[in-house]
């Protein structure tokens, strides 16, 4: 089994271009930029470590709200339910 190295997913909305770019980057490399920087720790315990569709749907609205922070352009292009979807019973 060929495993790589760990890596950092960076995501950020290039408006020029208008289109979303998601780079893999080295931790190392991101290390000295993050240090300091506002952080929202997302505890797997809470989703009883559980990386379903709706975590990953919850995560990607997460990540677009909080690009929309610093671009909020980009908001006019978002139609997302904001508010976690009830799973059916039994999940």
Not at 19 to 38: D, H, M, T, Y
Not at 56 to 85: D, F, S
């Amino acid at each position: 089994m060929n495993i790589d190295s760990p890596r950092s997913v960076v995501l950020n909305y290039d408006q020029d271009s208008q289109r979303l770019n998601v780079q893999l980057v080295e931790p190392a490399q991101l290390a000295s930029i993050l240090a300091g920087k506002f952080t929202v720790p997302i505890l797997l315990d809470d989703f009883d470590f559980r990386l379903d569709d709706e975590f990953a749907r919850r995560l990607g609205v997460a990540m677009l709200n909080a690009g929309a922070l610093g671009q909020p352009e980009i908001k006019q292009y978002m139609t997302v339910t904001q508010e976690p979807i009830e799973r059916p019973s039994g999940q």
